[in-house]
Structures are given as C-alpha cells and as structure tokens.
C-alpha cells in the first residue's frame, strides 16, 4: 500500500537543542519518522553522532527514530542501534558485508531493517538481499551532507521498487533521501515514494512543523 511519511532529517537541525528540535516536528499531524544520520568520517568524508546521542534522542521524543547508518562495518555496529531503540535502521549496501544477516540480526533484535544504495549503485544486484528488508532508502545525493541538489536520475531505481512491492515481490517501504524539497517531492511521489526525507526544507526554515505539514500536503494532494 502506498503510503505518504514524512521523515525529517535533523541533521540540519541544531546539535544543540536536538529535543526541542525533535519537538518541533512532532505530533498529530507531524513527523511520520525522525531521521538520524550517523556519520563516521570514512564511509562519508563527514562525521556527525552515534549511539550515545540516539540513546539520549530516543528518551526524548515519541517519534519513531529511522536510523541511516553511513558508516563502514555496519556488521558490527547496526545491531547497536536496534537495541538502543531505533524503530528502523539503515545500512549501507556497498558497505555491508553480510546484508542478509544484518536484516536478521536487526529485526531480532526489534527493529525495521533498511537498506540504501547510493545515487551510482544499482538496484540488480540487491533484488534478492531485499526479501530480507523492510525499508529500500534510495539515495537521491551523494551522502555526506545535507543542503544539495536533487538527482533525478535515481528515480528510476525508485519506480523499479515499486514495481516490485506493486507486483508481490518485495514488501518494502521505499524511502528517498537527498533534496527533497517543495520542487522536487511530486515527482518522487509520482515515482512511487512512500517515505520522504527532508532535513533543510525542514529545519532551514522559520517552522519546521508547518514544513512537515506542508511537504505531507503536497503528496496528498
Ligand atoms: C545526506 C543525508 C540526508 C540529509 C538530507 O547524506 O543522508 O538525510 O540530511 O538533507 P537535505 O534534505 O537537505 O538534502
Ligand atoms: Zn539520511
């Protein structure tokens, strides 16, 4: 089923009053899902937070923390997030080792399972990994920072997704990330977006809840 979330990337947010940020967006008819970018300077030439922080995030707010993991080894550190309460996380698919066992290792441990592919990577290779996902986040800039232009090109990646949840195929909710912005959302909805994720469009503005409002009005219209 077609589904129209919001997922506001506090990455743009202040660091510093994250709560009262997180506040902002939240709600009735506020954020579906709170996007957390964790970066570690490798796998991104930028490093925001980690475990410690979403540990404190999640005692903070209601909304459902959609983790996006753009770190090297997401073997070894994915689960931590899951058990730190994320309600879904998402790695990397040209990082992950074993992706099938990280969906697993994720969903025992309680958590929605997601995987993103880059702008460059394509989405073959991964069709059958996907059985084992919840979330298909398709990157719509390079990761790494928040603030640039959307590609459309990715947005064929997106409307293959569709055509594979639409057929039975998979059962995903597909997620897009990078430039989404009052010009740019009616085309990925059009492409078959569920999930979108916005963090200037968000939190660059006067009112970041009337943002949220406002992008969720534009795909239901
Ligand atoms: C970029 C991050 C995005 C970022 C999006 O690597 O994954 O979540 O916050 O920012 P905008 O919406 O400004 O492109
Ligand atoms: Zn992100």
């Not at 923390?65 to 931590?80: N, Q």
């Not at 993103?116 to 990994?129: A, C, F, M, N, R």
């Amino acid at each position: 089923a077609r589904q129209a979330l919001i997922a506001p990337s506090i990455l743009s947010a202040d660091f510093a009053r994250l709560a009262e940020e997180a506040a902002a967006v939240g709600g009735p008819d506020g954020a579906d899902w709170l996007h957390v970018d964790v970066m570690d300077a490798h796998f991104v030439p930028n490093l925001t937070l980690g475990l410690p922080v979403v540990k404190s995030l999640r005692k903070a707010t209601e909304i459902p923390l959609d983790c996006h993991l753009m770190i090297e080894d997401p073997d070894r550190w994915a689960v931590g997030y899951a058990e730190a309460g994320a309600y879904n996380v998402t790695v990397h698919a040209e990082a992950a080792g074993d992706p099938v066992k990280i969906a697993k290792d994720l969903r025992a441990a309680g958590a929605k399972a997601g995987l993103s592919v880059k702008p460059g990577t394509p989405l073959e290779s991964y069709v059958d990994v996907l059985k084992h996902y919840d979330t298909l986040l398709v990157m719509s800039v390079e990761p790494g920072f928040g603030g640039q232009s959307f590609m459309p090109e990715v947005l064929d990646k997106v409307r293959t997704a569709r055509r594979l949840v639409d057929t039975g195929h998979l059962k995903l909710v597909v997620e897009i990330d990078g430039g989404i912005n009052a010009d740019t959302i009616e085309q990925a909805a059009e492409a078959g977006v569920d999930c979108f994720v916005a963090g200037s469009a968000v939190y660059d503005g006067k009112d970041p809840g009337k943002a949220v409002r406002a992008l969720r009005r534009q795909v239901l219209d």
